[in-house]
Structure formats: structure tokens, C-alpha cells
């Protein structure tokens, strides 16, 4: 089962609609601390509107509590960054992926992307343009992950 994980979220509401894509297709979301809003957040419940009952949602505290829960369960970490050596949708998926997104303002930090097994990038044409908003890259990633696994038919 493919997974998203967000390492330290900066934004609420892009969190809660992270939250949403992940309820929409049964897919397990991953928080890891430390988070800049308390997972109570108005603005994080309200971006997830009533889907969260349906969103399995997990909350880690730190990046080392997280590691021991992912060595349990297996599967690859695959890091989306904008220094990614893979084109997201030339790389080839697996069901145990764990899709790491990093926060909307420094992205995954060096030590987490060398734990990862690959990096993926999402292309974009204009280099004026740092990245994508976070709930857009994470939508993008997880359906294209899907896509190829088969998962959208």
C-alpha cells in the first residue's frame, strides 16, 4: 500500500487538503514533526472538511520515530524534491512506496534525502518557478503512483 508523508508541514491548510487526496483514495498519511500548527488547527480541520473519519492518519513526533514505524512495515522512502534524479513519472512505483514531501518552505533537508532509496522530481518549464504547492505536488505524485500500479481503474 502506497503512503504519503509529510515531513514537517508548515501550513494547515495544505496539510488538510493533503488530508483529503489521501482519504479520496484510501491512502495512509504520514505526519512528522515538529509541525508548524497544532494538529488541532482550525484552518488544517476545515482545508479537510468531514472526510477526516476517513483519512488513516498517523502522527510521529520526530524523524527517528517515524524510521522505526517505516522499518516495521518495510517498502522504499522515495523523496520528491525539486533536486530529484528522476523524472516522477519515468520512475517506476512499488506498493510499499512511502512518498515523502518535505516542508512548503525548505523541502526535505539533505539528511532526509539521503535516507531515501530515490528522488523524483516534477518537472516544470518556467525556472522563475521554485516548486509547486505542497497539496499539488503530493496529489500529483500519489496519482501518478497509482496510475501505474494499476490502482485507477
Known sequence: ??????VC???PPNTG???RTCAATDTELHLVGPLG??????YLKRAGLDYWP???FHYHETLEAFNQVSQKLGGRWIGFSTSG???YVQFQFQPNDWLFFGSETQGLSPSVLTRCGATV??????PGVRSLNLSVSAALGLFEARRQLGYLI
Open 1 to 6: 500500500m502506497l503512503r504519503v508523508v509529510l
Open 9 to 11: 508541514p508548515q501550513i
Open 17 to 19: 487538503n493533503v488530508a
Open 37 to 42: 500548527f497544532e494538529i488541532s488547527d482550525r
Open 54 to 56: 476517513y483519512v488513516k
Open 85 to 87: 534524479q528522476y523524472s
Open 121 to 126: 522530481v516534477i518537472p516544470m518549464t518556467q
